[in-house]
C-alpha cells in the first residue's frame, strides 16, 4: 500500500464521543439529567456491541436484549444473594453473556441469515422468560432487590456522578476497542465477510470463527450495559429485556447506521431520547419508531451514519471490500 | 376429571391459530423468501377489529368475522405497499427486517385507536361446552379446527387448480423465471401478504371468545406461530398445519402437568431444537437453509 496522503484531520468517533461524555454532565447538572446520560452510555454500549453483529458481519442477532439482561441479573443475584464482592459480580456479567454468547453462536451462526436471526430470537426470548419465571432466583415480575452499592478496593462507587464516570469511562473505552477493532486486521476481514461472503471466504476468511467472535463481542459489550444498568437502579426488573428491547437495539443501531463507527452513537442517542419521548407521548413515539425504521431500512440501508458519509465523503476513501480484503489473505 | 383429555382439547384450540399463523409463514416465505414479522398482528388486528365491531354494533356474529377478515385483506396491501414499494433491493433479508418495523407500527396504530382497551367476542357456536369424556371441550375449538381444515384444504385447490396459485407457487421456486414471464414482484407479494393476513385475521376472530385481544396479544402469537411453521417445514403446507397443532398440544401438556409458567417457553425451545437439528423442518428436505 503506497504512502497515505496527507489528510485534513477530522473527529474520529472515540473523539467525539470523548467530548460528549465529558461535556454532558458539565452541561446537565441535575440527578435528573445524569439518569439520562447514564442511559446514554448504557445504550451506547449495548448498541456498540451489536454493531459487531448486526453491523460489521452483517447477521441481525435479536439476542441483544436477552445478553443485556443476562448481565444484569448476574451481577444482582452474585451481589445481593450470594454475597459475590459487588466488584467481582460486575465482571462477571460480561464473563457469563460473553460465554452465553458463544455457545448460543456455536449453535446458530451456521444457519442462513434469516435463520440466524430467528434462532437469536428464540434465545433472547427463552432468556427473558427465565428471568421473568424463575421467581425463587430472579424475584421474578416483582424484580430483584437489595443490590448492595459497587466498590473498588475499598472506594464506594454510588450515587448519580460516580456511577456516571464508570459507565462514562466504560462506554468510551467500548467504543476506543470497538474503533480499533474495525481497523485491525480482524476487524477488515469480518467487514470483508459482511460485504460478500465467497470473496472473504476466498480470500481466506474464516467465516464461522470470525462470526463467533464478533457475536461473542456482543455479548460481552451487554453483559457490560446490564450490570452497569444493575448496579446503577440497585434494582433488576424483566420487563426491561423483553423483545421490545431487543427490537430498539436493532432498530437503534440500523437508523444510527449499522456497520459504521458513528452509528451507535447516533442511535444511542436517538433511543435515549425517545425513552425521555415515550415517558410523556405513550404510543405515539412507538408509531414513529416503526415507521422510520421501515423506510430507513429500506430506502437508506446505511442509516443517518451512511447517509452523512455519502453526502461528505472522506477524502481517499474507498469501498469497503477493497480496503477489507487487503491484508486477509496471506 | 380427564386430564388427558383435557389437556388434548386445550392444546388443539390454541394450536389451531397457531397452525393459521404458520401457514401466512408459509405462504409468504414461499412467495418473497421473507419472515414477516408483523404475522402476529394480524391476529391482533383480526380479533381487535371482530371485537371493536361487536361492542359498537351488536351485528350479527357472522358480520364481525366479516370485518375481521377485510381488515385482514387491507393489512395485507398495507404491508405489501410498505415492504415492496421502497426500495428497488428486494432482500428476502430487508423484507424480513422492514416487516419488524411494521409490525411495530401496527401495534403502536391499534394502541392509539383502542387506548389499550381488550376486547372478546361470544363464542360462534354457543355458550354451553360440550362434555366429552368426562373432559370439557369449548365449542370454540370445534370451530378453530374446522376453519384450520377449511382453509388448509382451500389453499391447496387454490395453489394446484387456480392460474394465480399456480403462478405464486411457480414463484416460490423461481421468482426470477417468474418475473421475467411478466409478473412482478409486488402482484406476488400483494397477494401472498393478502392471504397470510386474512388467515390471521381469520385466527385472530377465533381466538377472540377464548381469550381477550388487545393491542398487545399479537406479537407473542406470531413468533410462537413462527415456530410452528418451522417445525413443520417453512412454506410446507400441511407440516405447518400439523407443527401449529403440536406446538398447542406440548404447551397445553406442559401447562398441564409440569408448570404454567414455562408453557410460553415451549414454542421457542421447539423452535431451537428444530433450527439447530433439523432446519428444514420434520416433513420437509428441499430447501438449504444451513451456508
Known sequence: ?330 | MNLLLQVVFAGLSVGAVYALVAVGFGVVANGTGAVNFAQGEYVMVGGVVAGVVHEVWHPPLPVSVLCAVAAGVVAGLVTELAVSRFSGARSAEIITIATIGLAVALKAAVLLLTDRKTYGLPHFLGERPLRVGGAVADTQTLWNLAVVFVVAVGLSLFFRRTRQGTILRAAADDPEVVTSLGVPFHSVARWVFVIAAVLGALGGAGLAPLSVMSYESGTLLGLKGFAAAMLGGLGNLYGAVIGGLVIGLVEAAVAGYGSAAYGDAVAFVILLIILFTRPTGLFSQRKVVRV
Open chain 1, 1 to 330: 500500500m503506497a504512502v497515505s496522503r496527507i489528510r485534513r484531520w477530522r473527529p474520529t468517533t472515540p473523539v467525539i464521543t470523548a467530548v460528549l461524555l465529558a461535556a454532558m454532565p458539565l452541561i446537565f447538572i441535575s440527578d435528573f439529567a445524569r439518569a439520562i446520560q447514564l442511559r446514554f452510555c448504557v445504550m451506547l454500549l449495548l448498541l456498540t456491541g451489536l454493531n459487531f453483529i448486526n453491523g460489521y458481519a452483517r447477521m441481525s442477532s435479536l439476542a441483544q436484549a436477552g445478553f443485556y439482561g443476562l448481565g444484569a441479573y448476574t451481577a444482582g443475584i452474585l451481589a445481593a444473594r450470594l454475597d459475590v464482592p459487588p466488584a467481582l459480580a460486575f465482571v462477571a456479567a460480561p464473563v457469563l453473556a460473553t460465554v452465553a454468547a458463544l455457545v448460543i453462536g456455536a449453535a446458530s451462526l451456521r444457519l442462513r441469515a434469516t435463520y440466524f436471526t430467528m434462532a437469536t430470537l428464540g434465545a433472547g426470548y427463552i432468556l427473558y422468560i427465565l428471568f421473568g419465571r424463575m421467581t425463587g432466583v430472579t424475584g421474578g415480575p416483582n424484580g430483584l432487590l437489595g443490590i448492595p452499592a459497587l466498590s473498588v478496593a475499598g472506594i464506594e462507587i454510588s450515587g448519580p456522578l460516580p456511577m456516571y464516570v464508570l459507565a462514562a469511562v466504560l462506554a468510551l473505552l467500548g467504543v476506543v476497542v470497538a474503533y480499533n477493532f474495525e481497523r485491525s486486521r480482524a476487524g477488515r476481514a469480518l467487514r470483508a465477510l459482511g460485504a460478500s461472503e465467497p470473496a472473504a471466504v476466498a480470500s481466506g476468511v474464516r467465516a464461522f470463527r470470525l462470526r463467533l467472535f464478533a457475536f461473542a463481542l456482543s455479548g460481552c459489550y451487554a453483559g457490560v450495559a446490564g450490570a452497569l444498568e444493575t448496579f446503577d437502579a440497585t434494582f433488576v426488573s424483566p420487563s426491561s429485556f423483553g423483545f421490545l428491547t431487543a427490537v430498539l437495539c436493532v432498530v437503534g443501531l440500523t437508523v444510527g447506521g449499522a456497520g459504521r463507527a458513528a452509528g451507535p452513537l447516533i442511535g444511542a442517542a436517538l433511543l435515549t431520547a425517545l425513552d425521555e419521548l415515550g415517558t410523556e407521548y405513550a404510543g405515539y413515539e412507538m408509531l414513529i419508531v416503526g415507521l422510520v425504521f421501515l423506510v430507513v431500512v429500506q430506502a437508506f440501508p446505511g442509516g443517518v451514519a451512511g447517509a452523512a458519509g455519502a453526502r461528505w465523503p472522506r477524502r481517499g476513501a474507498r469501498p469497503a471490500v477493497a480496503r477489507a480484503t487487503e491484508g486477509s489473505a496471506s
